[in-house]
């Protein structure tokens, strides 16, 4: 039996990683979550080998007395404050989540953790120094207080292993959406305006580019990486390399959608709301094996799905 934690278990990765972990019957499953952000609803509810419990892993005493006494394998850290704006709203909340990855790693070290995977951002990247954005050798750049928690969090990590032995593999996720993402992200956001005929709002001029990995991909990668033992100690960007611009994406959905929707243009983002964004995804597709899920199909796939509200 291999003992699984995932941190930040009511949100869109982290309930849904657990949902395709769960299928096999080898593994038993943790879900730690504040609900700050997540939703229990997004928590599967049929499966005997997923146990859900409601902690703060920035409270040390909440989350030790979890990790201390049931013996983990591997742990995946996605508990984060996360969406652009709430971030910049509340810079002080997300700074708390520093403390979150010292507990992690703390308790990790001293247990029977073999491995932590923890999930880190393309905002590191801040605005495009190069295009495409190579994990290796990509400065990063960005000044806004989640990227440098995430960009501190990377170096925690890096010093535990180096310090400890402690091993690890770090995710940068590009825009990752599907069926549990909430309606606060751009994609499912776009999907629900669209779906009740209600004007879709564009910060900007909407020439802004990104790229959207479906879950399924971030997903089967994910699991790859687990069961295979691969990238110790390494950074992966796990994304698409598709760019799109937020109204062409805006376009597409109501064209997919057959919806009556509008395109209302809001002032802009004050910051956060970088102009481009495309990673190297050279690694992922080395661990995925097959081509990954066109927008299309995706959007499509995660509007059927009845989950957004």
Same mark, same amino acid.
């Not at 928590?43 to 409270?59: C, E, G, L």
């Not at 996360?82 to 708390?96: A, E, F, Q, Y």
């Given at each position: 039996m291999r003992k699984i934690l995932i941190t930040g278990g009511a949100g869109n990765i982290g309930s849904s990683l657990a949902d395709r972990l769960s299928l096999d019957d080898n593994n038993e499953i943790?879900?730690?979550?504040?609900? /700050?952000?997540?939703?229990?609803?997004?928590?599967?509810?049929?499966?005997?080998?997923?146990?859900?419990?409601?902690?703060?892993?920035?409270?040390?005493?909440?989350?030790?007395?979890? @990790? &201390?006494c049931q013996k983990f394998d591997y742990v995946f850290h996605y508990a984060a404050v996360?969406?652009?704006?709430?971030?910049? !709203?509340?810079?002080? @909340?997300? &700074?708390?989540d520093i403390e979150g990855i010292k507990n992690i790693l703390d308790l990790s070290k001293n247990t029977s953790i073999k491995k932590v995977f923890y999930s880190s951002s393309s905002e590191v990247y801040?605005? *495009?120094?190069?295009?495409?954005?190579?994990? !290796?050798?990509?400065?990063?750049?960005?000044?806004? *207080?989640?990227?440098i928690v995430k960009n501190v969090g990377e170096a925690f990590f890096r010093t535990y292993h180096l310090e400890y032995g402690l091993n690890y593999t770090i995710?940068?996720?590009?825009?990752?959406?599907? *069926?549990?993402?909430?309606?606060?992200?751009?994609?499912?956001?776009?999907i629900s305006q669209a779906q009740q005929n209600r004007d879709i709002t564009i910060y900007g001029d909407g020439l802004q580019t990104r790229t959207f990995c479906y879950i399924?991909?971030? /997903?089967?990668?994910?699991?790859?990486?687990?069961?295979?033992?691969?990238?110790?100690?390494?950074?992966?960007?796990?994304?698409? !390399?598709?760019?799109?611009?937020?109204?062409?994406?805006?376009?597409?959905?109501?064209?997919? &959608?057959?919806?009556?929707?509008?395109?209302?243009h809001l002032d802009p983002l004050k910051e956060g709301d970088m102009t481009r964004r495309k990673p190297d995804i050279s690694k992922m597709k080395v661990v995925l094996t097959r081509a990954l899920t066109s927008i299309d199909e995706g959007i499509m796939l995660t509007a059927k799905s009845g989950f957004l509200q």
């Open positions: 943790v879900l730690v979550d504040n609900l /700050l952000t997540g939703d229990p609803l997004k928590i599967p509810s049929n499966r005997s080998n997923i146990t859900f419990i409601k902690s703060d892993v920035n409270n040390y005493s909440d989350i030790s007395a979890i @990790m &201390l996360v969406g652009v704006k709430r971030t910049i !709203d509340n810079p002080k @909340m997300v &700074l708390n801040g605005e *495009p120094v190069e295009i495409p954005q190579y994990e !290796d050798t990509t400065p990063l750049n960005s000044r806004l *207080p989640y990227a995710f940068r996720f590009f825009n990752t959406y599907g *069926p549990r993402q909430s309606t606060d992200f751009v994609i499912s956001k776009f399924d991909d971030n /997903l089967e990668t994910t699991e790859k990486i687990l069961n295979q033992s691969n990238l110790d100690n390494e950074v992966i960007n796990i994304g698409s !390399d598709q760019e799109i611009t937020i109204l062409e994406l805006a376009q597409k959905v109501i064209k997919l &959608l057959n919806s009556k929707s509008k395109i209302i």
